[in-house]
Nanobody, 124 residues
Framework: QLQLVESGGGWVQPGGSLRLSCTGSGFTLENYAIGWFRQAPGKEREGVSCISSYDSSTYYSDSVKGRFTILRDNAKSTVYLQMNSLKPEDTAVYYC?????????????????WGQGTQVTVSS
C-alpha cells in the first residue's frame, strides 16, 4: 500500500525554524509531483508549496514566499519543506501529497496520495 509519511512538526517560537520531511512508504517520490498543504482550524486547506518531478520547478504561496523552501532529495526519496521566520499564522496541520504526474498543481483534488499530517504550532 502506498503511503506518505510526514515528520518534523512541533512547537516553535515566532521567528524560529522547522524542517518538515515527506517520505514515500512503498514507493519512491522521484516520479511524483509533491505538494505541501496546510489547514488551520476553521479554515480551508491551502497549498503552501509544490515541486515538480520533471524539472524541480517550484511554487510558493504569497504567504510563505521568501520564508519557506521546498527541496527534493531523490536519493532518499524525500521532499523537505524548510520553514524559516515562522509566524503565528503559520500554525496549522501540514500535509504532503503526491501527484501521479510530472508537474504540480495547487489544487488539492489533483493529488492522489496524502500523508497523515503533522502539527506545526508557532507561539510564544
Amino acid at each position: 500500500q502506498l503511503q506518505l509519511v510526514e515528520s518534523g512538526g512541533g512547537w516553535v517560537q515566532p521567528g524560529g525554524s522547522l524542517r518538515l520531511s515527506c517520505t514515500g512508504s512503498g514507493f519512491t517520490l522521484e516520479n511524483y509531483a509533491i505538494g505541501w498543504f496546510r489547514q488551520a482550524p476553521g479554515k480551508e486547506r491551502e497549498g503552501v508549496s509544490c515541486i515538480s518531478s520533471y524539472d524541480s520547478s517550484t511554487y510558493y504561496s504569497d504567504s510563505v514566499k521568501g520564508r519557506f523552501t521546498i527541496l527534493r532529495d531523490n536519493a532518499k526519496s524525500t521532499v523537505y519543506l524548510q520553514m524559516n521566520s515562522l509566524k503565528p499564522e503559520d500554525t496549522a496541520v501540514y500535509y504532503c501529497a503526491a501527484r501521479e504526474h510530472n508537474y504540480y498543481t495547487t489544487a488539492s483534488w489533483d493529488y492522489d496520495y496524502w500523508g497523515q499530517g503533522t502539527q506545526v504550532t508557532v507561539s510564544s
